[in-house]
């Protein structure tokens, strides 16, 4: 298990440096490549002007510090019989400094109810500050969410499953400086505390079925320290453009600052934004890939904190597959995806996905992946943040699933 984490560790570390040297060394962020005139593209905002027969503006040119919200009011499940929620998914996106040389700082806010007594009020936040000077990351939860689990590994199967309840309580907080145009470092605080854990079935002890003993009844907290180095050359985390990505965060959860027991954990995460046609700004024809390794060092982490498919920093990982099918020790995690415009204004576009994980604990990483695949289509909510919504249909062994989101899964 040791040499398959120095392996992957090894692996990505040595592509994060011919990542950094293949753009401009200088220390001038070079002009982004956007797309600054949007009056060629089409979203659902100017089909509600041509509907309602409102009068058109002149052509919507992207401008300083404007915000761009997008809103959509969708129906969910939640897990566990507990039946339908009403979700709202909110992105805001504006610039704090000059569009050529200032990512787009962003927040997502998902909160959902049931009407009785199931809802959460998630906020992930990005904000960069004039010329990417600074990256504020932030993720705060309150969450009455229940979750089915499968315990450790993939032994199990599909219908071999439990319901857990517990009540969330997240605060992350990063703080990233600017070393070189595209490169970050930093650091910040993160609490993880959990309540209330405990099998919704009374004759399922959650220890036993999940095979194992740390954080399985009562409570759990995870209290610490990150250190975080980010490589980032997309300029636009709702809907990236070509460029790449790498962040490294490492964990510490020190007893002193309040956590149940002492563990680390190492969470590496990989993008690549490919472009067919480079010339044609104005035209999504894109591949795209992502991988990510999550692991932890110590074998007393509690067990809603293990690594899961689904619960990466945006919950987006995993589609197609059941979000906590597969937990352990160790989780790797590969997907890509292909994006195209179907219309020319850009209103219409399709995306064709496939994804793999593997996990530790029922036996070694790299062992057993299990796979899914799907297609979705786009519509463009919101051309000056470039937000589409998108409507994918995933599948994996004995799982499907409709999906609506507003934003790219990475």
């Known amino acids: 298990m040791r040499r398959c984490r120095l392996a992957v560790i090894a692996a990505i570390c040595c592509v994060l440096p011919s990542a950094l040297y293949a753009q401009d060394a200088s220390n001038t962020i070079p002009k982004q490549s956007a797309v600054k005139d949007t009056s060629r593209q089409t979203d659902l905002i100017d ?8 009068n058109p503006q002149q052509p919507r040119i992207q401008r300083e510090k404007k915000v761009y919200f997008s809103i959509l009011p ?4 939640v897990p566990g019989g507990a039946g339908r929620a009403l979700i709202t998914s909110t992105t805001a996106g504006t610039y704090l400094g000059p569009q050529s040389t200032t990512n787009l700082s962003t927040a997502t806010f998902a909160p959902y109810w049931n009407l009785h007594d199931r809802f959460g009020l998630p906020l992930r936040s990005s904000i960069w500050l004039k010329n990417n000077a600074w990256n504020i990351q932030g993720d705060i939860r309150f969450l009455i969410y229940p979750q089915y ?9 599909y219908a071999d499953k439990t319901l857990v309840d517990d009540n969330y309580i997240r605060f992350y907080q990063s703080v990233l400086k600017r070393i070189t145009p595209y490169f970050f470092a930093g650091g910040g605080y993160n609490i993880d505390y959990r309540s209330n854990i405990r099998s919704d079935d009374p004759n399922v002890n959650l220890g036993r079925f999940a095979g194992y003993n740390y954080g399985t009844n009562g409570s759990s907290v995870s209290s610490g320290v990150n250190l975080s180095l980010l490589y980032d050359t997309r300029n636009n985390s709702i809907n990236p453009l070509p460029g790449s990505y790498f962040n490294l965060v490492y964990r510490i959860n020190p007893v002193f600052l309040g956590s149940n027991n002492n563990w680390h954990s190492l969470y590496l995460d990989y993008r690549k934004y490919v472009p067919l046609n480079p010339a044609n700004k104005n035209q999504q024809n894109t591949l795209a890939f992502w991988s990510y390794f999550w692991t932890v060092f110590n074998s007393n982490a509690p067990y809603l904190d293990l690594p899961s498919i689904g619960w990466d920093p945006y919950n987006r990982s995993g589609e197609g597959i059941d979000q906590n099918r597969y937990r352990g020790r160790s989780l790797f995690y590969l997907e890509s995806e292909y994006r195209r415009d179907i219309t020319e204004n850009g209103l219409l576009g399709f995306v064709v996905f496939a994804d793999a994980t593997t996990v530790s604990g029922s036996g070694n990483l790299f062992t057993s992946w299990h796979p899914a695949a799907g297609t979705g289509l786009r519509v463009k909510f919101n051309k000056g943040s470039n937000t589409n919504i998108g409507i994918d249909y995933a599948f994996s062994q004995g799982y499907r699933a409709v999906v609506l989101n507003l934003g790219e899964a990475f």
Do not use: E, N, R
């Open 47 to 54: 089909v509600a002007k041509s509907l309602f027969h409102i």
């Open 74 to 77: 969708i129906p969910g499940a």
């Open 149 to 157: 689990t499968w315990g450790l590994g993939s032994s199990h199967a």
